[in-house]
């Protein structure tokens, strides 16, 4: 069983950054691709970014340019980063992870491990 663990979210104006981490509690070293993803109030819950083992990206088109995902294999974290934050940006943040596939996987039900989650809550 793997636990991921998110940490980094917060309230923050809009414009603001914010940069999201994501680390196993357990340790994991196997290969597999990693993603994120957000659900606000009565909302399903969508895609963020994924990020395959290699680092090969995906970023929705409602962040692209604004965020960012990243990897440190080594360290075994991946990273959110986020900038120029909007109110529509608010919602809890998951992290996820697709064991034991390392190639892109962007689909929410490919996903077999989750965090519980950050919120980020984005208001002036």
């Known amino acids: 069983q793997v636990q991921l663990v998110e940490s980094g979210g917060g309230l923050v104006q809009p414009g603001g950054s914010l940069r999201l981490s994501c680390v196993p509690s357990?340790?994991?070293?196997?290969?597999?691709?990693m993603g994120w993803f957000r659900q606000a109030p009565g909302k399903e819950r969508e895609l963020v970014a994924s990020?395959?083992?290699?680092?090969?990206?995906n970023v929705a088109d409602s962040v692209k340019g604004r965020f960012t995902i990243s990897r440190d294999n080594a360290k075994n974290v991946v990273y959110l980063h986020m900038n120029s934050l909007q109110p529509e940006d608010t919602a809890l943040y998951y992290c996820?992870?697709?064991?034991?596939?390392?190639?892109?996987?962007?689909?929410?039900?490919?996903?077999?491990?989750w965090g519980q989650g950050t919120q980020v809550t984005v208001s002036s």
């Open positions: 990020i395959s083992f290699s680092g090969t990206t």
């Open positions: 996820g992870t697709v064991i034991p596939i390392p190639q892109l996987t962007s689909c929410v039900r490919e996903y077999n491990y």
């Open positions: 357990t340790t994991y070293t196997g290969i597999a691709a």
